[in-house]
């Protein structure tokens, strides 16, 4: 749902269609130990920012070089555990290079790592919305104007230079087998804190539709199934999101009235993975519609398994027909480069 425009620029220098061209022929990698993941993420000292992820059993530090954003060159060195949260870093380098140095951990009661101190130095941990478990995740202030608002934005028109391009009629997604349907848009447990739709069923085009069963039976083929969280959205609701932001947050969000969204066209879904078996949805790097640098394809923090798990469902996706984007794991859009317009045929009106 959140919009190109946040965080831009984050990742620029990678190039997103040779990113993942293994991950369907890979074995999954094992999930670590609870104890490691809770020392995973963010930590920022000293004017520096220090990254750690797991990678084959292993812990990794990304030093980030100044000006690069998203970690994507930054300096990475292997830890070498010594004991438990106490580490050494044996490369050489802008953190090293007086030789080894020490690396320690320090946790809160709960487990979860708090600070970082490289040898003389010490960093601070900063948690990421709903990345503490039962934490706070991030959401706009509630507003009491909902009726108004969507009155105002079922009045206002498509503009005209989107309504031109190609239509294709819209498909109920409840008709696919195998994926699990969770409008997260239909209820209050959102980034909005309020219903944008007024109904669960979710759409897209015929072709978008039959492109994401194609996706479904890939990732079946290695016991996952797909959910959606978001697909077609008619215009009016667009127009709605757009006017429930304040002022200093509309760039979250394409401008309705000169962009649109993908969605509007019924070709753009927002997609993750559950395991069909126990009906537990996979935890990716991010949660969906997580404001973060985490929300960015290739963010390269997480566990190994979190990564080829959103690896998956890209090279699925991409497999499909959809083409993925960079500030958003979740998010792709079938037939990309036609020009569709954009529609605002009401949920209810559809069957």
Same mark, same amino acid.
């Given at each position: 749902?959140?919009?190109?425009?946040?965080?831009?620029?984050?990742?620029?220098?990678?190039?997103?269609?040779?990113?993942?061209?293994?991950?369907?022929?890979?074995?999954? =990698?094992?999930?670590?130990?609870?104890?490691?993941?809770?020392?995973?993420?963010?930590?920022?000292?000293?004017?520096?920012?220090?990254?750690?992820?797991?990678?084959?059993?292993?812990?990794?530090?990304?030093?980030?070089?100044?000006?690069?954003?998203?970690?994507?060159?930054?300096?990475?060195?292997?830890?070498?555990?010594?004991?438990?949260?106490?580490?050494?870093?044996?490369?050489?380098?802008?953190?090293?290079?007086?030789?080894?140095?020490?690396?320690?951990?320090?946790?809160?009661?709960? &487990?979860?790592?708090?600070?970082?101190?490289? *040898?003389?130095?010490?960093?601070?941990?900063?948690?990421?919305? *709903?990345?503490?478990?039962?934490?706070?995740?991030?959401?706009?202030?509630?507003?009491?104007?909902?009726?108004?608002?969507?009155?105002?934005?079922?009045?206002? @028109?498509? =503009?005209?230079?989107?309504?031109?391009? #190609?239509?294709?009629?819209?498909?109920?997604?409840?008709?696919?087998?195998?994926?699990?349907? #969770?409008?997260?848009?239909?209820?209050?447990?959102?980034?909005?804190?309020?219903?944008?739709?007024?109904?669960?069923?979710?759409?897209?085009?015929?072709?978008?539709?039959?492109?994401?069963?194609?996706?479904?039976?890939?990732?079946?083929?290695?016991?996952?199934?797909?959910?959606?969280?978001?697909?077609?959205?008619?215009?009016?609701?667009?127009?709605?999101?757009?006017?429930?932001?304040?002022?200093?947050?509309?760039?979250?969000?394409?401008?309705?009235?000169?962009? *649109?969204?993908?969605?509007?066209?019924?070709?753009?879904?927002?997609?993750?993975?559950?395991?069909?078996?126990? &009906?537990?949805?996979?935890?990716?790097?991010? &949660?969906?519609?997580?404001?973060?640098?985490?929300?960015? @394809?290739?963010?390269?923090?997480?566990?190994?398994?979190?990564?080829?798990?959103?690896?998956?469902?890209?090279?699925?996706?991409?497999?499909?027909?959809?083409?993925?984007?960079?500030?958003?794991?979740?998010?792709?859009?079938?037939?990309?480069?036609?020009?569709?317009?954009?529609?605002?045929?009401?949920?209810?009106?559809? #069957?």
């Amino acid at each position: 749902m959140l919009g190109k425009k946040l965080l831009a620029g984050v990742i620029a220098g990678f190039i997103f269609s040779n990113f993942y061209n293994d991950a369907l022929a890979k074995r999954a =990698p094992e999930e670590p130990q609870r104890d490691v993941k809770y020392i995973l993420g963010l930590y920022y000292g000293n004017g520096e920012n220090i990254l750690i992820r797991e990678d084959g059993g292993e812990l990794q530090l990304f030093y980030r070089i100044p000006g690069d954003k998203c970690f994507a060159n930054s300096n990475v060195y292997p830890l070498t555990k010594n004991r438990f949260d106490h580490y050494t870093m044996i490369e050489a380098g802008p953190m090293s290079r007086f030789g080894e140095v020490s690396v320690k951990f320090e946790r809160d009661e709960d &487990g979860y790592g708090t600070s970082l101190r490289i *040898g003389g130095h010490v960093y601070t941990r900063y948690f990421f919305s *709903g990345e503490r478990e039962g934490g706070e995740v991030m959401r706009l202030p509630a507003r009491t104007d909902w009726d108004a608002l969507r009155h105002e934005a079922n009045s206002i @028109s498509v =503009p005209a230079a989107l309504s031109r391009g #190609k239509q294709e009629p819209l498909v109920n997604l409840a008709t696919l087998k195998g994926i699990r349907l #969770k409008n997260v848009y239909a209820g209050s447990d959102n980034f909005f804190q309020a219903p944008l739709y007024t109904t669960e069923r979710m759409y897209l085009t015929r072709s978008a539709a039959a492109a994401l069963a194609k996706a479904q039976a890939e990732v079946a083929k290695h016991g996952y199934s797909l959910i959606v969280w978001d697909a077609y959205r008619p215009w009016s609701v667009s127009k709605l999101a757009s006017m429930a932001l304040p002022a200093n947050q509309k760039d979250m969000l394409e401008n309705p009235d000169t962009e *649109g969204s993908p969605h509007n066209t019924g070709n753009a879904v927002d997609v993750g993975l559950y395991e069909p078996s126990t &009906g537990v949805e996979m935890e990716m790097i991010s &949660g969906f519609d997580e404001p973060s640098v985490r929300q960015y @394809s290739k963010f390269p923090g997480g566990t190994s398994y979190q990564r080829y798990l959103r690896a998956l469902l890209t090279e699925a996706m991409l497999n499909a027909g959809f083409t993925g984007v960079e500030h958003e794991w979740w998010h792709f859009q079938y037939q990309a480069n036609v020009q569709y317009a954009h529609l605002n045929i009401a949920l209810e009106n559809l #069957k």
